[in-house]
């Protein structure tokens, strides 16, 4: 501070070049001082007047587009500041950070092997290549950079307490953070990552402490830092803190103009938060001050629903859909129908139910619904009017392409019979379901034999051993007969049009070379379950596509335990183009949720809002093979070798 008072009094007496040199010292002195907006201001300066006196002021520079998250003037200032300053070590850091803000994987690797090959080892590359680890899902490489790094630098123990988090290592996380308390102390984002740590180790009292040091900490900068900010929110509702939400609720109200462009990401974390009652609380207090009623309305109601009241959810879900942009996102058009659908369940009102889902079905043409032992049991109702879509339908697209429907099942003796009846009364009759059994060990395969001996279009595989469904999967492909390829769950359910739907929005265009359509989900009581905000999501199983073209090209499923639909459709999205696989948004699959499911097992399970360690580290790899082999995704069944790792707990057994 005395340095800068000097310099502030003698920079009226430089000209020139010295005059640069003045700015660079009281930029050096304010980074020592951590005034921000003085240096944003400094650096601009020396930028404009004076480029070639140092590259510190351009890394200032990228770094606040970073945190504003203007990634072009970032990309930008980082160039020009490389043409003045070339292998400068400070640039390519803030390089490095650009990269892995931007997820530009493939760039990153080649940065941090022309930084090893020039030598760079300080503490600041240390730093941003343990980050680039942690982005890319490689904890173990992070973890054994960050142990070399000074820990009294907050930003260096944020590093590190993210390894730990990412390796699952509790305890290891909480001491590092004890030891180091002022860096903790100093950086937001480790002291939330400790208060939520001590909450799943079920310290309470010590997560209550480090939530009431943050807040104050906080508030000045709640704005600008909204995802430490939401995730601070979120606490307060798992520790049902009163006293944080209502400050909250306060600063609502002190920053209505900042609100709105907020909205969509408060709605999400308002509607996800662990107690209900508290979001409704803070949705009083959005509500009334944001401009963005008409995307808002939906999750409001979707918390209403979960609180157990249909009336006003009623009531949200009918604004919602008279507020809604003509041109706004079709996904949610389907979510405010269904929602209004559960509040009649919720009501016990089953004719305002179907009525509701019928009028949705018919705006594409499709048969009414009718209530049967499973939901949705679906049937034509005697005054359904025929369509366009009815009326175009031809015997001739029923004789000329046949669809191989191809089905892995495991020990689903429960719901196999309604998932191969739901496939057998298809509108559409041209077809074979092929049934690969995955060594059940219940009355599964009894099941099978019996409905395949009443319907010849029914195959039953057994495998020798349990591999996994998407061995079982290649199985069936390389059994089927059919030109066109489409998948089943055993414990799932199908509308009764939806192989006529998807076959016809196929064969629309020859660039189309897939369709994939949307599903709900459903419980034992039949309640519908709400995703994301959304109660229609995308259905990964219901791919279908034309067997002969994209065998040829891009082979078979990997032979993994779980992850493998989303590799197969990004893979034929980059072979062929995104535009070769058609998105239909009207939900034509239902998902029956069961405790013991693939989805639900421990290893690797995803939740509303986790993806789970070994898929994050399965996705990874996959993502970045489809990069760097972009010309040549092609996988062969059996899998001889194999292109990238994979997490152990995915690896399915050979069955060579």
């Known amino acids: 501070e005395y340095l800068l008072r000097g310099l502030l009094k003698l920079q009226p007496l430089l000209r020139g070049i010295e005059f640069g040199f003045g700015l660079f010292g009281q930029l050096l002195c304010n980074r020592r001082i951590q005034n921000q907006e003085e240096i944003i201001t400094l650096s601009n300066q020396l930028i404009s007047d004076f480029p070639h006196i140092t590259s510190l002021a351009f890394c200032h520079i990228a770094e606040h587009y970073f945190a504003e998250n203007d990634f072009c003037n970032s990309a930008m200032t980082i160039e020009r500041g490389l043409s003045l300053f070339p292998d400068d070590h400070r640039l390519l850091v803030t390089l490095l950070r650009y990269y892995v803000l931007s997820d530009n994987t493939k760039a990153a690797e080649k940065l941090v092997e022309k930084m090893s090959a020039l030598g760079h080892q300080s503490q600041q590359y240390l730093r941003e290549q343990a980050r680039y680890y942690l982005h890319t899902e490689r904890p173990k490489q992070a973890l054994a950079l960050a142990q070399n790094l000074f820990l009294n630098n907050p930003a260096n123990l944020n590093v590190i307490l993210r390894c730990y988090l990412q390796l699952d290592l509790l305890e290891d996380l909480v001491q590092a953070a004890n030891k180091y308390p002022k860096a903790t102390k100093a950086d937001p984002r480790s002291e939330i990552l400790v208060a939520q740590t001590q909450f799943k180790l079920g310290n309470e009292a010590q997560a209550k402490e480090h939530l009431l040091h943050l807040w104050p900490m906080m508030k000045e900068q709640w704005w600008k830092s909204s995802r430490e900010a939401l995730g601070v929110l979120v606490l307060a509702f798992q520790l049902e803190n009163t006293e944080i939400v209502e400050q909250i609720c306060q600063d609502i109200d002190d920053h209505e103009e900042i609100l709105d462009e907020l909205s969509p990401k408060w709605a999400q974390f308002l509607h996800r938060g662990g107690n209900p009652q508290i979001a409704e609380k803070i949705w009083n207090h959005i509500l009334p001050s944001t401009s963005h009623l008409d995307t808002l309305w939906t ?215 897939g369709s994939i359509c949307h599903h709900v989900r459903l419980d034992n009581t039949n309640k519908l379950q709400e995703r994301g905000m959304r109660f229609s999501t995308l259905s990964p199983i219901s791919l279908m596509f034309r067997k002969e073209r994209v065998l040829k090209r891009i082979g078979y499923f990997d032979s993994v335990r779980a992850g493998g639909d989303s590799e197969f459709i990004w893979r034929l999205m980059t072979s062929f183009g995104k535009e070769s696989l058609h998105e239909i948004y009207l939900p034509l699959y239902y998902a029956l949720v069961r405790e013991g499911s693939l989805t639900m097992t421990e290893a690797i399970k995803t939740g509303e809002l986790v993806m789970s360690l070994p898929r994050r580290m399965y996705k990874r790899a996959w993502t970045r093979w489809h990069e760097e082999h972009s010309g040549n995704l092609r996988l062969d069944y059996p899998l001889m070798s194999r292109p990238y790792a994979v997490p152990e707990e995915l690896e399915a057994a050979s069955l060579l």
């Open 299 to 513: 999750p409001y109601a979707l918390t209403l629903l979960r609180l157990n009241r249909p009336q006003r959810a009623k009531a949200a879900f009918s604004l919602a859909m008279k507020s809604r942009p003509k041109k706004h996102d079709r996904r949610y058009w389907y979510t405010e129908r269904l929602g209004l659908a559960e509040v009649m369940r919720q009501n016990n009102d089953l004719h305002g139910e179907l009525e509701i889902l019928s009028e949705m079905y018919a705006h594409y043409g499709l048969p009414h619904f009718v209530r049967g032992k499973h939901w949705p049991s679906i049937a034509f109702a005697a005054h359904h009017k025929k369509s366009f879509f009815e009326r175009i339908r031809g015997k001739a697209l029923q004789a000329r392409h046949k669809i191989s429907v191809i089905m892995a099942a495991f020990n689903a003796a429960d719901d196999i019979e309604t998932a191969i009846n739901s496939i057998a009364k298809q509108t559409y009759s041209n077809f074979e379901l092929i049934i690969v059994d995955d060594e059940s060990t219940d009355n599964t395969v009894e099941i099978i034999e019996r409905c395949a001996k009443a319907d010849s279009r029914i195959t039953l595989i057994k495998n020798t051993q349990n591999a996994g469904p998407y061995v079982c999967k290649n199985m069936g492909l390389e059994a089927a007969k059919g030109d066109i390829v489409t998948f089943h769950d055993a414990d799932d359910i199908s509308h009764p049009c939806r192989l006529e739907f998807q076959l016809r929005t196929l064969l629309r265009s020859r660039k189309t070379v």
